[in-house]
């Protein structure tokens, strides 16, 4: 009975040994480390665990171990171009850990997140958003027939854009552009934008690189910021991004260059 213990013991105590290996290839181990660790990537990454796919992952490291093998022996990771593709490959995995690591140990705050909404919506204060439309047309005389009949009520905007508008996009809609930043639009456009009252036609056509522009701002409004819950996680991104920024900064900073 002693004996049949002792053995017992024993082959637990060798059990561990055995199941540090998956598999040996060609004399070359597969540690059953490397292969969780391979299974616990693919499931971050959303690949549903089970035992289907960790015998895919078994095969696939095998198949692997026997094609680096090959590779190697033919000295393929000894050439130049190979050389350096490894080295940089190595540079962005260690780069991404780190950022990955500096961001989990400096983790953006709740309290952050907020203090850089206030900001971001106090910048805000004071900006507004037109309702443009235009008639768009090569010639500047066009331009002014089409001003001086709109201003003349002989014809309706939307009618003579529909007619004669070649912004094909907004004439289809009576020459609407819809609400938008005076910004987004070229220089002559936006700064006549922003020097006509609401319900009111530009003073004169206004000439871009596109043509001569009959415009009317239709309506202004404040610029609508977004609730803070819906604009949460891009403003953490940017946040974290900042964070990567200007840990770069510091340690190129604190770097001997020369």
Do not use: C
Not at 119 to 140: F, M, P, S, T
Not at 180 to 195: G, I, L, M, Q
Not at 232 to 255: G, N, V
């Amino acid at each position: 009975m002693k004996r049949i213990t002792m053995m017992a013991v024993a082959l637990v105590v060798a059990a561990p040994l055995y199941a540090q290996n998956i598999a040996t290839v060609n004399g070359q181990a597969i540690t059953q480390k490397s292969y969780d660790q391979f299974v616990q990537l693919l499931v971050t990454q959303g690949a549903p665990d089970s035992p289907k796919l960790r015998e895919q992952i078994k095969e696939e490291m095998i198949n692997r171990a026997i094609m680096v093998q090959a590779a190697e022996k033919a000295g393929i990771n000894k050439l130049p171009a190979v050389e350096t593709e490894l080295d940089v490959a190595r540079q962005s995995i260690l780069l991404r850990a780190y950022m990955a690591d500096y961001l989990a140990k400096n983790p953006i705050s709740d309290t952050a997140i907020a203090a850089e909404y206030d900001k971001l919506k106090k910048a805000q204060d004071g900006v507004v958003e037109y309702d443009v439309r235009h008639i768009l047309v090569d010639d500047e005389k066009v331009a002014n027939d089409l001003q001086t009949q709109i201003k003349s009520k002989k014809a309706k905007f939307e009618d003579l854009a529909q007619a004669n508008s070649k912004d094909t996009g907004s004439a289809a809609k009576g020459g609407s552009l819809g609400w938008a930043d005076a910004s987004n639009y070229v220089a002559p456009f936006s700064e006549a934008v922003k020097a006509t009252p609401k319900g009111q036609l530009a003073a004169k056509p206004v000439q871009s690189q596109f043509g001569w522009h009959v415009i009317e701002v239709v309506d202004v409004r404040p610029v609508a910021f977004p609730p803070l819950d819906q604009v949460k996680p891009q403003l953490e991104e940017m946040m974290r991004q900042q964070e990567i920024a200007a840990l770069q900064t510091k340690l190129r900073e604190s770097a001997t260059v020369k």
